[in-house]
């Protein structure tokens, strides 16, 4: 049983989640996620995600942060825990901009499937695994689709999705289609699979890539619009081979703007 936590979400794009803890509770939180604690609020490193018994082998341990390291995610998580009296506070940001998604995971059969580097932050109790696309097409062709993670329990868990998030509740039978990098989390009851994303030109030219996922219900889908892998492939682009200097971007007298700024 996960720990029952109260939570604020504070701020638009660039959020933080804030949780009160009763004296004795515990939330876990990814290395790095801190933004500010009271001062009864303790912090101890652990191994994997903080739901097991620590006091267990070593090698336990060992294979549950070995999960989290294929996710994407550190091997370490950081546990927070009130030892003081009355309520104290612990606030957690996402690193990227984008929303914070708070879920109550026995409101969705105690399971759900997530792109591998969105867990923020849970309460004691949750489980972070890995899930494995089973067929070989997705597994071969389904980018971040491939490997996701499955997070599991009873209790609040928050994840961080990129831009702005759509929720769809999908009847059975229902299809949509998304791009891979978009797909941010879906219950395990719907089925995930690959389709192309049309004829040769459409996957030239279309710039969208050789497949989308496809998604068909029954049950709950999310989605977000600006996954950080798409924002840093366009602020790469955006550098090119010169650094990231000034170059007068929409202006059709770019280059002699930066000669007339001293830019080149």
């Not at 790095?32 to 082998?57: P, R």
Request: glycine content about 16%; proline content about 3%; hydrophobic content about 40%.
């Amino acid at each position: 049983m996960a720990d029952e936590i109260d939570f604020e979400i504070k701020g638009q794009e660039l959020q933080f989640v804030e949780i009160e803890l009763d004296p004795g509770e515990s939330a876990v939180a990814e290395a790095g996620a801190l933004v500010w604690k009271d001062a009864s609020v303790g912090m101890t490193t652990v191994f994997g995600d903080g739901s097991d018994d620590q006091s267990g082998s070593f090698m336990s341990k060992l294979v549950g942060a070995g999960k989290r390291l294929v996710t994407g995610e550190s091997l370490f998580t950081t546990v927070f825990t009130h030892n003081g009296q009355g309520k104290a506070k612990v606030a957690f940001a996402s690193p990227t901009p984008g929303a914070i998604l708070p879920l109550k995971l026995s409101d969705y059969g105690g399971t759900l499937i997530c792109q591998k580097d969105s867990f923020l932050a849970a309460a004691k109790g949750v489980s972070i695994g890995i899930a494995f696309q089973r067929k070989v097409m997705t597994g071969l062709f389904g980018g971040e689709g491939f490997i996701m993670q499955k997070l599991e329990g009873d209790g609040w868990v928050f994840t961080q999705m990129g831009g702005t998030l759509v929720e769809r509740e999908l009847a059975a039978g229902e299809e949509i289609h998304v791009d891979t990098g978009c797909l941010a989390a879906f219950t395990p009851t719907v089925d995930f699979d690959l389709v192309t994303a049309g004829g040769v030109k459409s996957v030239l030219f279309g710039g969208e890539g050789l497949f989308f996922a496809r998604l068909r219900g029954p049950g709950h889908v999310w989605i977000q619009s600006l996954p950080f892998s798409r924002l840093a492939g366009r602020m790469l682009a955006a550098a090119g081979p010169r650094g990231g200097e000034n170059r007068g971007e929409g202006s059709a007298l770019g280059m002699l703007g930066n000669f007339v700024q001293g830019n080149n």
